[in-house]
T-cell receptor
């Protein structure tokens, strides 16, 4: 069966520090991968998605970047965090577009 | 106006009650998703449907494509059903995007 792992579960970082959140999927190959952010009291917002290694689509211009160095690994990064980067970050995968998405447990990021 | 609207925003119920959550959308879609987000933040995909009705245990999802409306029903509600229920749509290929469009969610609390 397929599983998705996302870590860390919680993270507290100072403004201006770098960020690296990692997501890995097991039990499937060539999945679509997604990074979402959920700000407090807001709906889910798609940040990045990837249909293959090295292929990243950015949905929202921002302070963040994503990379897919391996087929089942998706990394969300920032060189310098802003206060507005606080939120709940979720990774998800699907077999193809227009297929159900399966979510990780999320990372709660607080910027001080 | 959001492209995906949910109602109500908040819902409280007594254990055993029949619950209905509504979702209306304004774009052409290829599929509609119902997701459940538990208090810890983790998200589970409940249903993906493009027509008719689907049932899983005490949960029933219906969609009316002509009216651009979907409902999620919970029969014999239980406190463990307490969560945020999120409606999301996959826009039709006409829109040339893989991006899901999310509603802001319905927060359900079921009291014993």
């Amino acid at each position: 069966s397929q599983t998705i792992h996302q870590w860390p579960a919680t993270l507290v970082q100072p403004v201006g520090s770098p960020l690296s959140l990692e997501c890995t999927v097991e039990g499937t190959s060539n999945p679509n991968l997604y990074w979402y952010r959920q700000a407090a009291g807001r709906g889910l917002q798609l940040l990045f998605y990837s249909v293959g290694i090295g292929q990243i689509s950015s949905e929202v211009p921002q302070n963040l970047s994503a990379s897919r160095p391996q087929d089942r690994q998706f990394i969300l990064s920032s060189k310098k965090l802003l206060l507005s980067d606080s939120g709940f970050y979720l990774c998800a995968w699907s077999r193809q577009s227009n297929q159900p998405q399966h979510f990780g447990d999320g990372t709660r990021l607080s910027i001080l | 106006k959001n492209e995906v609207e949910q109602s109500p925003q908040n819902l409280t119920a007594q254990e055993g009650e029949f619950i209905t959550i509504n979702c209306s959308y304004s774009v052409g879609i290829s599929a509609l998703h119902w997701l459940q987000q538990h208090p810890g933040g983790g998200i589970v995909s409940l249903f993906m449907l493009s027509s008719g009705k689907k049932k899983h245990g005490r949960l029933i999802a219906t969609i009316n494509i002509q009216e651009k409306h979907s409902s999620l029903h919970i029969t014999a509600s239980h406190p463990r059903d307490s969560a945020v229920y999120i409606c999301a749509v996959s826009p039709s290929p006409f829109y040339n995007t893989d991006k899901l469009i999310f509603g802001t969610g319905t927060r359900l609390q079921v009291f014993p």
